[in-house]
């Protein structure tokens, strides 16, 4: 009985809801998980990010100003990015709804797309806010694949994104009818967990970050870099054994070219960073930051006094060159 109750189970299962559904005012609401766990994660990533750029020297919750710039594009970005490599599914035969590549709450975003727009509206934020762009993608990188993370648990509550059919222990149970589904297969078939595998990879590459983080020579973008690589690396594995619906190029899935790109950039920064020796001198460019900020007196001219100093009259003229005082005299010889 006991060893029964100890052995491993024999699947897992899925949950059989993805949301949850509330009325405020006479008007019906539904709240996707998935969008709850992508939510969470943008929180934890800006909270612990916030913490390693104020140890770096940068203001507190400057990351909050970056964000309000990156975040809206990444979405948008990520959007454009999924549709334009699923373009079939939007636009192919058989398609009468032309609107539908707009409706982002029906889901359909990708990682490769939410980081193109994430790293342009990182440079716009951190030209804003005078932070080194590298600064920030360095303190933010370790805390993006957590974010990550916690956002691949929204997939496992919408049944979607598993791999290949399989026998293992941990393999997947998938409630029917689901499109990305193979025809033919038998109700009982279990599926490839790729979520897991990649929540699992990507809190392994969080270890990795931190502790490549201590040293000098992962900043200026370097730390970045890894994750690039890192990320891509595990992305090309899951990728291949997906069966969700994707265009195909060259026989490769979309994203499995995203991926390959990836760690090519990754590695390119790390060549090109590599010409930077020793510590940055400040998460700031030159010119930059809370000692410059206006309203400062020390680097504002309107609050300096750059008026001639008033003209000297003769007698003190005179009071000044003359030799010290009896009094003082007294006082000096005491």
């Not at 070219?257 to 030159?286: D, F, N, T």
Request: proline share 7%; with cysteine; hydrophobic share 50%.
């Amino acid at each position: 009985m006991l060893l029964s109750a100890l052995a491993l189970p024999a699947s897992i299962p899925s949950p059989e809801i993805n949301s949850f559904d509330f009325t405020m005012f006479g008007i019906p609401f539904s709240i996707k998980f998935y969008a709850l766990f992508i939510i969470l994660g943008i929180i934890i990533a800006t909270v612990a990010a916030n913490r390693t750029l104020t140890k770096r020297g940068a203001e507190p919750w400057v990351i909050v100003d970056v964000l309000l710039i990156t975040v809206p594009i990444s979405i948008i970005c990520a959007r454009l990015f999924h549709v334009f490599t699923h373009f079939g599914f939007y636009f192919g035969e058989g398609q009468t709804d032309p609107l539908a590549w707009l409706k982002i709450w029906e889901g359909g975003i990708a990682i490769y797309g939410a980081l193109i727009g994430g790293a342009i509206g990182a440079w716009l934020g951190c030209k804003w806010t005078g932070l080194r762009f590298w600064t920030f993608a360095d303190a933010i990188a370790p805390w993006m694949l957590l974010a990550q993370a916690i956002g691949r648990l929204g997939n496992y509550f919408n049944h979607e994104l598993f791999g290949l059919p399989t026998d293992v222990p941990w393999g997947l149970e998938i409630p029917r009818p689901n499109d990305a589904i193979p025809v033919g297969l038998s109700e009982d078939t279990l599926f490839h967990p790729t979520f897991l595998y990649e929540i699992i990879w990507n809190v392994l590459g969080v270890v990795v970050l931190l502790m490549l983080r201590k040293k000098i020579a992962m900043q200026w973008g370097r730390l970045f870099a890894v994750y690039l690589i890192w990320y891509s690396a595990g992305r090309v594995v899951w990728e291949s054994i997906r069966i969700d619906p994707s265009d195909i190029i060259l026989g490769l899935r979309t994203n499995v070219w995203s991926a390959i790109l990836g760690i090519v950039i990754g590695l390119v920064v790390l060549i090109v960073q590599s010409r930077h020796k020793g510590q940055e001198p400040s998460p700031y460019v030159v010119g930059r930051g809370p000692q410059n900020a206006v309203g400062s007196s020390a680097a504002t001219p309107e609050y300096v006094d750059v008026s001639e100093p008033p003209a000297q009259s003769t007698d003190d003229s005179e009071a000044a060159t003359s030799g010290p005082s009896a009094e003082t005299t007294k006082v000096a010889g005491a």
